[in-house]
């Protein structure tokens, strides 16, 4: 009790209401804190009830939230043109849930990238993301922007790449995002793509391997490899194996690929069970669209696989990750009977 008289809390009629010399603050990310003036301290829990708070939704239409040179977050109303350091949210807090909802309970097939970044912030962090200009990647290069990240949308079409840039910023202004140009079906593309990067002389925290082709008919890269196979796999394997010096020296860092549940059906040995190299990038006779496909993910499966084995004792890790069974995007565009597959889905598969 003489703890309580002596920071003034016996005085107080409400759990809620502050003790003197007390002020309540929010974080980047929406968390609450408290600064003691008297002692010159903060904490997380409430002075008086020991809770811990968040706010609960977004800004007010027209306000932004900034940090000063002292890195002290404050807001601008600019609809009443004002500033203050107290967040306008702070009349809406909840109570933090000290038993944590597990992934499952947190997101379904509804939930969009915003909401499973929802109160992050990514400043600081560097993140290449392929075929970001449309589709799956374009929504991830847009989300993790808009949370704080750099990001470089690695495309083939600039033009493309340029517009996905605009409509980024056009969502927020201070995003920090750029396009620059990435041919997977050119090993010497590829190599140049990180030449430019490493030019740049910036980490690389995350590099999210997106870019894919899908029920493409039977063409050569000017490698002479079959393009699915390709574009699918191998450049993305040469893309890792050039920047696998930038990643540990970024460490924490990671590797993601976007692969498919159906690397399940299909296989890559012959009936000896050795690796048949013949599979993957088959002559025009032995091709199949869609086998070539379920085998470049599978190749993606086998490569994160073995990354992470040897990547993670230093600091970077490696995920495959399967999008969504037929989820709704122009990754048909290459035939017309899959255009029409894609479309009759469209009502009972997720969209962007």
Not at 18 to 37: C, F, M, Q, S
Request: glycine content about 6%; some cysteine.
């Amino acid at each position: 009790m003489a703890a309580l008289k002596y920071a003034g809390l016996e005085d107080t009629d409400s759990e809620e209401e502050l003790p003197p010399g007390w002020e309540e603050r929010t974080t980047k990310d929406g968390w609450v804190y408290y600064a003691n003036h008297l002692e010159e301290k903060t904490q997380w829990e409430h002075p008086k009830s020991g809770k811990r708070k968040r706010v609960a939704g977004g800004l007010p239409y027209g306000w932004e939230q900034e940090t000063d040179e002292n890195g002290q977050v404050y807001f601008v109303d600019h609809i009443n043109k004002r500033t203050t350091y107290l967040d306008p949210r702070l009349a809406f807090t909840v109570e933090d849930n000290p038993v944590k909802p597990t992934t499952r309970q947190k997101y379904d097939g509804n939930t969009t990238a915003m909401e499973i970044l929802q109160g992050r912030d990514l400043s600081g962090k560097v993140v290449i993301i392929t075929g970001a200009n449309s589709g799956i990647g374009f929504e991830t290069a847009k989300s993790l922007a808009l949370h704080g990240a750099y990001v470089i949308l690695a495309c083939r079409n600039m033009s493309r790449g340029n517009d996905a840039v605009q409509h980024i910023l056009v969502e927020w202004h201070k995003a920090k995002v750029e396009a620059m140009t990435l041919d997977l079906a050119s090993l010497q593309s590829v190599q140049h793509f990180a030449e430019a990067f490493k030019s740049k002389n910036v980490p690389l925290h995350i590099l999210i391997c997106n870019a894919a082709m899908f029920g493409a008919p039977w063409c050569l890269t000017e490698d002479d490899l079959e393009s699915t196979f390709q574009v699918n796999h191998l450049g993305h394997f040469y893309l890792v194996q050039l920047l696998e010096d930038v990643l540990r020296r970024s460490s924490p860092a990671r590797v993601v690929i976007v692969s498919s549940e159906s690397h399940r059906f299909t296989e890559i040995k012959d009936s000896s069970g050795k690796l048949d190299f013949s599979l993957l990038s088959p002559s025009k006779k032995e091709y199949w669209a869609m086998l070539a496909y379920n085998r470049s993910k599978l190749c993606n499966i086998l490569f994160s696989n073995e990354l992470n084995r040897r990547l993670s004792p230093h600091g970077v890790t490696s995920n495959a990750v399967h999008p969504g069974n037929m989820i709704y995007s122009s990754i048909h565009r290459n035939w017309w009977v899959y255009t029409l597959l894609f479309t009759l889905a469209r009502p009972f598969t997720k969209s962007m």
